[in-house]
DNA sequence: TTGTAGGCGTTATCAG
DNA sequence: CTGATAACGCCTACAA
């Protein structure tokens, strides 16, 4: 059982618990080098590791933060999950994570327990139904990063993707392979997530900036297993769409399945572009055109904003952080 | 700032800390009426949560596990981490993902960090090399479980998928289709893990058992990077290989990669099937025959059993729990 | 039925 | 240079 606490090891160096606690903290300015010697053999024999509740209780800090991810079914969130480890891990903190999958209930009950748990600062994929919680810890200052959503009611440091500018690069390419009839297709947008409606924006507007005709029925957000049904609809038409763009990973998925299930050639039958680079794009036929987000890029920017702030760092309000999607041109469109 | 104690609540509730505390642990037994109506009113006004780490302290319990991962891009990985989560959720026990990266200086860290949190237990992908540090922790009687990989050197209940069988169920799938020349491609297994090895090993027992001859120049393990290469050796064979098995989903990709380049069709020039079910296996043309892992009940019960063994439940030692792959027929066998 | 006192393992303050 | 001593916030006997 390991039970060894400072105090063992004080009283095995012969000297009091401060000593070692200062030895440990690496504050050996004014400390006799035999002492330390006595300390360190002490620390190896007992095979001392400090309690870090303890100091944690002491220090009001835990050098963990909590990730509070919307829906980890994207292969998005765990990108980010791991980009976020991975700049937590060479800073020394630890991310706990938990899964909210897209029910405010649940991201409250986190919060509330990442906060019970003294965590130093979370960094969340927010659902909008939070708002006042979100506000209220804002106001009290608690350190705090919003990810790939955006609540305009809190003033909160974003890392978003330029959503538009991701529809813009689809369209664009949309047009320049001489397509007029597009659409786009993605998952739910019930709860008003910011990609997602950005992403149908920004289609609308670059549609109308390059003067092409909307048709409001090629432009759907529904839940995935609806998809393919959805598409079916918009296949059916009497001039059906040349051009699709898949807001993300699962819907290019749900679309592909379509795809197959009605033997479509793409891009002759229907072109596609889907945002989110996902690892079979290369490797399908023909091979899939996306447009990919900087991830890792975004997860470290987000771990390195909340720990500079955890640190100490003012940091201007309400700041959106935007990043620049990538065109990947394949064979799909 | 929140910083309301439980002396806040017991000052406005006019009792003593105590109290409050047998309140918040639902002892109220013996406890007036008005003093619980006092006392809920007093923590509703000021907003109070209990400060776990001060409980943890006291308790030597945190209500949180570690979690380390091997390496976080295998897809599987990440299915096995979403599945623990929730079931810690559902048992209201946090986790902390650390992802090790398959290197045991890494896992090393993690683990003295994690205890030096006082997580209650740890689930591990191990790798090899830390047969010491894990044995000295179950000696310590410390609630700990593997999954995914085995070592045999420690007494610690595994969750392990039967990965002879999925071999089996593979070149059985290749006999049946009357292949006879096939092969085996996965990622390295310099470092000796588990299920690499295991796959090898019942692919070429099968092999044996069905009386077909083993060609080792069409088992290799590699890093990711040069399948391709790899299988190109292979296939300039007089008499290459009919059939392959992907060890993984990342040897699956990388295979994909060489049969685009090189213009195969499979399954006529070149029958596959990968083990894990990846996402697209259902999209791509064809449609990928794979062996798929239980991985939301592999995860599930490792939470379940590593949760209970924490609760106190004794275990058997050395328990190996085995879990059934299955074949999912499709087209590219 | 409720209160008092002490301790969990660290760190911070301030003497010595 | 080193050591008492008092917190940190909570829980648990034991007392009242």
Redesign the pocket.
């Known amino acids: 059982m390991r ?1 060894v ?3 063992d090891v004080a009283e095995k160096a ?6 070692v ?2 030895y ?2 690496q504050r050996y300015e ?3 080098e ?2 330390k010697e006595r300390i360190a053999e002490a620390i190896d024999e007992l095979g ?4 870090i509740v ?2 944690s ?4 800090t835990s050098t963990t933060i909590g990730v509070i991810v919307a829906n980890i079914a994207h292969e998005f969130s765990t990108q980010i999950v791991r980009s976020i480890e991975e700049y937590c891990n060479a800073s020394n903190y630890h991310i706990i994570v938990c899964n909210a999958e897209d029910n405010p209930e649940k991201e409250k009950k986190y919060i509330d327990m990442l906060r019970a748990k003294q965590v130093d600062g979370i960094i969340a994929f927010p659902t909008s139904m939070n708002v006042d919680l979100y506000r209220e810890l804002t106001l009290e200052n608690y350190p705090m990063i919003f990810i790939d959503r955006h609540v305009p009611e809190v003033e909160v440091g974003s890392i978003m993707l330029d959503n538009k500018k991701a529809a813009q690069l689809a369209v664009d390419e949309f047009i320049e392979h001489g397509y007029s009839r597009t659409g786009i297709l993605t998952t739910s947008i019930q709860n008003h997530v910011t990609p997602r409606i950005e992403r149908i924006e920004g289609f609308i507007e670059t549609l109308h900036d390059r003067d092409l005709p909307v048709n409001e029925q090629f432009i759907r957000g529904v839940e995935v297993d609806q998809i393919p049904k959805e598409l079916g609809k918009m296949m059916e038409q009497p001039e059906p769409p040349e051009a699709i763009l898949a807001g993300n990973d699962l819907s290019l998925i749900a679309i592909l399945k379509y795809v197959k299930e009605n033997n479509l050639t793409i891009p002759e039958d229907l072109a596609l572009i889907g945002i989110d680079d996902v690892p079979f794009a290369s490797v399908y036929y023909p091979e899939l055109t996306t447009i990919s987000q900087p991830t890792t890029d975004m997860g470290r920017r987000a771990a390195e904003l909340l720990i500079n702030r955890i640190k100490g760092e003012k940091q201007s309000e309400q700041a959106r952080y935007s990043f620049e999607p990538t065109l990947i041109r394949r064979a799909s469109c």
């Open positions: 039970t606490t400072i105090t012969g000297v009091s618990k401060s000593t606690s200062q440990m903290n004014y400390m006799g035999k002492t001392y590791q400090p309690n303890a100091r209780l002491k220090q009001k």
